[in-house]
Structures are given as C-alpha cells and as structure tokens.
Nanobody
Framework: QVQLVESGGGLVQPGGSLRLSCAAS????????MDWHRQAPGKQRELVAS???????NYADSVKGRFTISRDNAKNTVTLQMNSLKPEDTAVYYC?????????WGQGTQVTVSS
C-alpha cells in the first residue's frame, strides 16, 4: 500500500511564501511523474505543476515565475515552493504520484492567502 502525505499548508498574507511537501511511503519500486494540483471552492481541480523522474518540469501559466516544483528521488518526496502568493492561490493543494504504474493522491492541504 502506497501513501502520500502532504504538509506545509496554512494561512499567509498576499505576497508571502509557503513551502508544501509530499512524501510517498510504502512498497515503492519506481515513481514516475509527481504533480501538485489544487482545487478552490466551486472550481474544478487543476494541475499546478509537474515534474518528471528526470526533473523535467511544467507549470500552469497562473503560477509560472512564482512557484517552483522539485523532487528528491532518494527520499520519494516532492516539494512546491510558492512565492508571491495571491488570494487567488487559495485552495486545497493535492500531490499526486505515478507509482509503479498506478496513480496515488494525497489527502490535501489547505492554503489560504488573505490579509
């Protein structure tokens, strides 16, 4: 059984920064792509950033230049550094990992950007 556990969410003022982490545990042979998604109230879940096993990254246009995704293959972790946060970044953030050919999701962590 594979589990993904996120951490690092919280309340931050506009312009501030947060760092989200996600750790995969269990019986794992290989992790391919790892992503961060988010879902705001009343909206569909959207892809924020993704990173391949070989560190190729992609970002949603709305976060380019502000967010940075990275991973540590030895520790099976993925991190999302979020800078210059805006109120519209408020959402529940979920990590997803493709582990041994199957997709797994974390439970989500709340990020609230408000003054």
């Amino acid at each position: 059984q594979v589990q993904l556990v996120e951490s690092g969410g919280g309340l931050v003022q506009p312009g501030g920064s947060l760092r989200l982490s996600c750790a995969a545990s269990g019986v794992i042979f290989s992790i391919n792509t790892m992503d961060w998604h988010r879902q705001a109230p009343g909206k569909q879940r959207e892809l924020v950033a993704s990173i391949s096993r070989f560190d190729s990254t992609n970002y949603a246009d709305s976060v380019k230049g502000r967010f940075t995704i990275s991973r540590d293959n030895a520790k099976n972790t993925v991190t999302l550094q979020m800078n210059s946060l805006k109120p519209e970044d408020t959402a529940v953030y979920y990590c997803r990992a493709a582990v041994d050919g199957k997709n797994y999701w974390g439970q989500g962590t709340q990020v609230t950007v408000s003054s």
